[in-house]
């Protein structure tokens, strides 16, 4: 995603806020040598991300029977998180989605299309129950 995790120290002890603790854990895809990952993950503020959320921005290329799937390459548009995004434990985010501001992330859904800001969603694949209304 591109943000850098300090240890836990570095953040106040806030009720509802563990901050970061140890280093992240980041599993590599198997590409071809010197292939670099051209895929990209942006993460707005305020965004909280449970444990065991998954985010993958980029999808194999499936070619024809006779090429090994790793050597069809991928195809990468990267995710867009917004703003005061929460995403529940276990969510899953696919390549290509935007998640809009002030949106909630069921634990356990599958995200494989944008979501609204303001939109709370669940499911596998997630679908909207309920959009937020802002108090202004």
């Avoid at 959320?53 to 991928?74: E, F, L």
């Avoid at 809009?100 to 992330?105: L, Y």
């Avoid at 609204?116 to 499911?123: L, P």
């Amino acid at each position: 995603c591109g943000r850098r995790c300090a240890p836990a120290d570095q953040y106040p002890n806030q009720t509802g806020s563990p901050g970061v603790s140890g280093r992240p854990q980041v599993r590599r895809s198997r590409l071809p040598q010197g292939v670099a990952p051209p895929w990209g993950c942006k993460i707005g503020d305020g965004v909280r991300i449970a444990a065991h959320v998954t985010i993958i921005p980029a999808n194999h290329n499936h070619g024809d029977d006779d090429t090994i799937i790793y050597k069809s390459g991928v195809t990468a548009i990267g995710i867009n998180i917004g703003d005061n995004v929460w995403i529940g434990s276990g969510a899953k985010i696919l390549d290509g989605v935007t998640i809009g501001k002030n949106s909630v992330i069921a634990a356990n859904s599958m995200v494989a299309q944008s979501v609204d800001e303001n939109s709370i969603v669940a499911g596998v694949p997630a679908r909207v129950i309920r959009k937020l209304t802002t108090n202004k």
